[in-house]
């Protein structure tokens, strides 16, 4: 059973910075295409970014430029870094691994509890 689990979460005003992380088990890890995803209240789940395993990356359009999805392979961790935050990226951020990212996240199979962010202006 894969195993992930975020954080880095919380709350920053508009125009901040967030780094979440997710760790990994390390044979999802190394198996699987990986990817953040948010869930606003309210409001379908969104694709933020995936990586694959050559690591090329996808961004969702609302997130392009301001986000940049990482992988550290030493540790096994993937990490959302946010930027220039903004009220509407509130909601609960999740990753999730499977064999194919795509921001409808049908590919993934394998999914974290979540961590919250939260921007207020």
């Known amino acids: 059973q894969a195993q992930l689990a975020e954080s880095g979460g919380g709350s920053v005003q508009t125009g901040g910075s967030l780094r979440l992380s997710c760790t990994i088990d390390?044979?999802?890890?190394?198996?699987?295409?990986m990817g953040w995803f948010r869930q606003a209240p309210g409001k379908a789940r969104e694709g933020v970014a995936g990586?694959?395993?050559?690591?090329?990356?996808i961004y969702g359009d609302s997130v392009k430029g301001r986000f940049t999805i990482s992988k550290d392979n030493a540790k096994d961790i993937l990490y959302l870094q946010m930027n220039s935050l903004k009220p509407e990226d509130t909601a609960m951020y999740y990753c999730?691994?499977?064999?194919?990212?795509?921001?409808?996240?049908?590919?993934?199979?394998?999914w974290g509890k979540g961590t919250l962010v939260t921007i207020s202006s």
């Open positions: 999730a691994a499977g064999g194919t990212f795509d921001l409808g996240g049908y590919g993934m199979v394998y």
């Open positions: 390390r044979y999802t890890y190394r198996s699987w295409s």
């Open positions: 990586i694959d395993t050559t690591g090329r990356s």
